[in-house]
């Protein structure tokens, strides 16, 4: 039986080409990561340079062209259809109490009843 310490056994050899393998995955991952985050930033950027938006130079460029609409003045209440009370509100008198509803005749289902 080959000892497993021995650097030319199958074992030992199939377990470093794996390693190494991992090792090249890991660093080809990495890389991978930086170069899409790279991407997407030099995407961003040319967006923001080439369409008109609220950032940037552009703003200043864009919204000097254009002048900010007149805005009608505020409507009053009367305008909206709004209109005060007829008198002052003030302290109402007691009312005597109104009877409840008549117990239903037979008894009725209660509720948790068995």
């Given at each position: 039986?080959?000892?497993?310490?021995?650097?030319?056994s199958p074992r030992?050899?199939?377990?470093?080409?794996?390693?190494?393998?991992?090792?090249?995955?890991?660093?080809?991952?990495?890389?991978?990561?930086?170069?899409?985050?790279?991407?997407?930033?030099?995407?961003a950027?040319?967006?923001?340079a080439?369409t008109?938006?609220?950032?940037?130079?552009a703003?200043?460029?864009?919204?000097?062209?254009?002048?900010a609409?007149q805005?009608?003045?505020?409507?009053?209440?009367?305008?909206?259809?709004l209109?005060?009370?007829?008198?002052?509100?003030?302290?109402?008198?007691?009312?005597a109490?109104?009877?409840?509803?008549?117990?239903?005749?037979?008894?009725?289902a209660?509720?948790?009843?068995?």
């Amino acid at each position: 039986m080959p000892d497993s310490r021995d650097a030319t056994s199958p074992r030992r050899l199939a377990a470093l080409q794996r390693d190494a393998a991992l090792a090249r995955l890991g660093r080809v991952r990495r890389w991978l990561i930086a170069a899409t985050a790279a991407l997407t930033a030099g995407i961003a950027a040319l967006v923001s340079a080439v369409t008109p938006g609220r950032s940037g130079a552009a703003t200043h460029a864009y919204s000097s062209q254009r002048a900010a609409p007149q805005l009608p003045p505020a409507a009053g209440p009367g305008q909206l259809g709004l209109q005060g009370p007829a008198q002052a509100p003030g302290v109402a008198a007691p009312q005597a109490a109104a009877p409840g509803p008549a117990p239903a005749a037979g008894g009725g289902a209660v509720s948790g009843g068995s």
